[in-house]
């Protein structure tokens, strides 16, 4: 099994950075993809951004150009590089691991971390 923790959420102002951090622990095994998605009230979580196994990236349009997700593999951490960040950047920003071990596949998320950017 496969647990998460994020960090590094808070209120900002707009146009002020975040950086957001996902620490994984367990039967990690390897690890095919990670990412943060976000969800605001009311509405459907939607992935943010996506890094995989080899080290490609992927990103929503609203946020691309300011949003960096990158890892560390030797500490099996993921981070979200927030900058510029806008009111409607607002939400709960979970992560997610998804990967394999001998034994089975996983696809693991993190309890969340607010981010709250105020106008």
């Known amino acids: 099994q496969v647990q998460l923790v994020e960090s590094g959420g808070g209120l900002v102002q707009a146009g002020e950075s975040l950086r957001l951090s996902c620490a994984a622990s367990?039967?990690?095994?390897?690890?095919?993809?990670m990412g943060w998605a976000r969800q605001a009230p009311g509405t459907q979580r939607e992935s943010v951004a996506v890094?995989?196994?080899?080290?490609?990236?992927n990103y929503a349009g609203s946020v691309k150009g300011r949003f960096t997700i990158s890892r560390d593999n030797a500490k099996n951490t993921v981070y979200l590089q927030m900058n510029s960040l806008k009111p409607e950047d607002t939400g709960m920003y979970y992560c997610n691991f998804k990967g394999s071990t001998r034994r089975t596949n996983y696809d693991s998320w993190g309890q969340g971390t607010q981010v709250t950017v105020s106008s």
């Open positions: 367990g039967s990690i095994g390897i690890v095919s993809l």
């Open positions: 890094i995989t196994g080899a080290g490609s990236t």
